[in-house]
């Protein structure tokens, strides 16, 4: 049907980046995405501070703050039953930049990417377009996708398709999962939150609570949990966020809920036989640290210089495709091991609660963990005494 420079498969934050840096550095780039936008998508829409950098480096900040989306200061964690609140602010980043976070609506964030993929002159968005294959050629390279419009053959396939990303099944490269998992449901309420300006984690049992505002007057209120308990939540979800968020009564749900999930997905590579995998479809461990969309955009514009260099023949297939893997494991790094803390606490209520305390007098270890999150330092920031007070003693 058509040959492209590069094909990108999904258009959500880490595909959009992707694509834009591409055809702006000149290349002809088709973007496939089986979805019409605005669509929407289950995700508990913080945007870190190091996502927000990326956004301003893609000439998109000022558009996203125009729609009024809101400002994130920090994080703060509490429990259920009405134990102390720890509180911290994101850090300045070292090099300059913002220090605040924005609480995007889903519909609204990927509309403003669409748009900007919409006024790139090389560049050819496709919606309600399905891929269904990968395409290779004799020598096993992957040259294109297949889609019910015929196939889109391209010098580079870039696969931003998702958590369960269809194209990283296609070629082969999906991980078996095993073990319960984890899942998420999300909802919209109306209720006045200008006074927020944080992300507020609330662990229960078995089961986590995350609001964020999205609007002077809109809260996602989001849950995580193992399958057994989000199946519990699901049957009622209006009852069982009222029951989580006391500031929800009286408030009304608008619009349906959204769930997603198993969220552990691996991928045996991310960048082989000319495909590179990006965002979510890359692999992802969990939600509950919310760096999802901010690492898909820096991915994105680390991989759209990558492929872009491929492109203009600066560097052969093979080096664009380890350079990307370098990138991806170094990025990914410190961010999983903020998950895997994050998914112990969770798991021990005990731990986490005296975790919770020992934060409220001593913010700063918090605060310094959400830098890692954001990649300004690892985790020899920490110092022994943090370590203690952030495992609860
Ligand atoms: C409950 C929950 C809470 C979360 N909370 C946060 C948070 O607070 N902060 C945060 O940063 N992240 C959060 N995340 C994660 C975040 O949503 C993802 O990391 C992010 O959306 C990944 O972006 P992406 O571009 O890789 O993929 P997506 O945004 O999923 O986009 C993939 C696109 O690919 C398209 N597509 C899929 N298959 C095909 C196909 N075969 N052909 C064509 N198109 C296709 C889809 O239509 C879609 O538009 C959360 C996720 C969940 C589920």
Redesign the pocket.
């Known amino acids: 049907m058509s040959q492209a420079g590069a094909v990108v498969?999904?258009?959500?934050?880490?595909?959009?980046?992707t694509a834009l840096v591409l055809s702006r550095a000149g290349h002809h780039v088709t973007v496939?995405?089986?979805?019409h936008?605005p669509?929407d998508?289950?995700?508990?829409?913080?945007?870190?501070p190091s996502?927000v950098a990326v956004l301003r480096r893609l000439g998109l900040l000022d558009a996203v703050l125009a729609t009024g989306t809101p400002r994130i200061r920090g994080v703060s964690y509490t429990h259920g039953d009405g134990t102390p609140t720890a509180y911290a602010p994101f850090p300045m980043p070292i090099d300059g930049g913002e220090g605040w976070g924005l609480g995007v609506r889903?519909t609204v964030f990927?509309t403003i990417l669409i748009e900007a993929l919409r006024r790139e002159p090389r560049l050819t968005l496709r919606e309600g377009?399905?891929?269904?294959g990968v395409l290779r050629g004799a020598s096993g390279r992957i040259t294109g996708?297949s889609?019910e419009e015929g196939p889109v053959w391209a010098k580079a396939v870039i696969a931003?398709?998702?958590?369960?990303?269809?194209?990283r099944a296609a070629a082969g490269w999906a991980v078996a999962t095993s073990g319960e998992g984890r899942?998420?449901?999300?909802g919209h309420w109306k209720l006045d939150v200008r006074a927020l300006d944080r992300?507020a984690v609330s662990f229960g049992d078995r089961e986590e609570w995350?609001q964020?505002p999205v609007g002077s007057d809109l809260l996602?209120v989001?849950?995580?949990a193992g399958r057994a308990r989000i199946g519990v939540t699901a049957r009622n979800y209006q009852a069982a966020a009222r029951a989580a968020v006391p500031a929800l009564r009286g408030a009304e749900l608008v619009g349906g809920t959204?769930?997603?999930?198993q969220?552990r997905q691996r991928a045996r590579t991310v960048a082989a036989d000319g495909m590179f995998l990006?965002?979510?479809?890359?692999g992802?461990g969990d939600?509950t640290t919310?760096?999802?969309?901010?690492?898909?955009l820096l991915l994105?514009q680390r991989l759209g210089g990558h492929v872009a260099a491929l492109l203009s023949g600066e560097v052969d297939r093979k080096s664009a495709e380890v350079r990307y893997r370098r990138d991806h494991a170094e990025i990914w790094r410190n961010p999983s091991r903020v998950t895997a803390l994050a998914l112990m606490m969770a798991r021990h209520p005990r731990l986490s609660r005296r975790a919770v305390a020992r934060a409220v007098d001593r913010p700063h270890a918090l605060g310094a963990l959400l830098g890692i999150n954001c990649g300004y330092w690892g985790f020899g920031k920490l110092t022994p005494r943090d370590w203690l007070s952030l495992c609860g003693f």
């Open positions: 498969i999904g258009a959500g934050p880490s595909g959009a980046a496939l995405d089986r979805a936008f669509r998508k289950a995700c508990g829409e913080g945007l870190m996502g889903r990927d377009v399905r891929a269904s996708v889609t931003a398709d998702g958590l369960h990303s269809p194209m899942y998420g449901m999300a992300i995350y964020c996602l989001s849950t995580l959204l769930a997603a999930g969220f990006v965002g979510d479809a890359a992802y939600p919310g760096e999802g969309i901010g690492i898909g994105g």
